[in-house]
C-alpha cells in the first residue's frame, strides 16, 4: 500500500513488532501487520465478503463450501458488527453462523448467537489494498480451531486476479511467503 493510500485508509504507521518467536519460527499471534483504525474498519468492512483464499480447515475439509462473511455496523459507543457466515454444505443446503464481533484494542472478538454463545474467537484485518476490495483477516487460535488465514474479496467487486494481486503485495496484505503458500485458493 502506498503511503497515501495507507494514510487515506487510516492505518497506524507504528513500526511492526517483531515476528519471530523465542524458537525463531514465525508465529501467527506475534505476525502482525499494521493495524486499522476504528473508523476505517466501520467506513470499510460492513458488506459481503466471499472467501477467496484460506489455511482455515473448515473451509479445506470438503463439509462446507462457498463460504461468505456478511458484516452490519450495530450503533452503539464501540465499534461492533452482525457477524453472519453462510455456506452450502456438500448436499447444497445453505447454512449460517451468526455472531457479533466487538473491537477490541487491535482486533475483534466473535462470540457466537444461540447454541454458540459460549464459543469465541479473535481475528484482525492485517492487510488491504487500496480500495478496501481485497483484504486479509488473520484468526487466533482458540480452543475449537487452529489459527489461519481467510482472503476476502468484496462481493460483486470487480477484482481480477486477486492471487496474482496479493502475491505481488504480501507485505500489503500482512502476511508472509510462507503463509501466501499456505493458503489454498477457492477460487
Same mark, same amino acid.
Given at each position: 500500500m502506498t503511503a497515501e493510500g495507507r494514510e487515506a485508509c487510516g492505518k497506524n504507521n507504528a513500526p511492526r513488532p517483531s515476528n519471530r518467536g523465542l524458537s525463531g519460527a514465525v508465529s501467527y499471534v506475534d505476525h502482525v501487520s499494521e493495524v486499522f483504525d476504528a473508523a476505517v474498519l466501520a467506513a470499510r468492512l460492513p458488506g459481503t465478503w466471499s472467501v477467496a483464499a484460506t489455511n482455515f480447515p473448515m473451509w479445506l475439509d470438503g463439509r462446507r463450501h462457498n463460504p461468505e462473511f456478511a458484516y452490519e455496523t450495530i450503533d452503539g459507543d464501540e465499534l461492533m458488527f452482525a457477524d453472519t457466515v453462510s455456506y452450502t %454444505?456438500?448436499? +447444497?443446503?445453505?447454512? %449460517?453462523?451468526? +455472531?457479533?464481533d466487538r473491537l477490541r484494542g487491535d482486533e475483534f472478538v466473535w462470540r457466537g448467537q444461540g447454541l454458540l454463545k459460549l464459543v469465541k474467537s479473535r481475528w484482525q484485518v492485517v492487510g488491504a489494498d487500496d480500495a478496501f476490495d481485497i483484504a486479509v483477516i488473520r484468526f487466533s487460535r482458540s480452543r475449537l480451531s487452529p489459527a489461519g488465514i481467510d482472503v476476502i474479496v468484496r462481493k460483486n467487486a470487480d477484482v481480477p486476479a486477486v492471487r496474482s494481486t496479493v502475491a505481488h503485495a504480501t507485505d500489503q496484505f500482512g502476511i508472509s511467503a510462507e503463509d501466501f503458500a499456505s493458503l489454498t485458493w477457492l477460487f
Open positions: %454444505t456438500a448436499d +447444497g443446503e445453505p447454512k %449460517t453462523i451468526l +455472531g457479533t
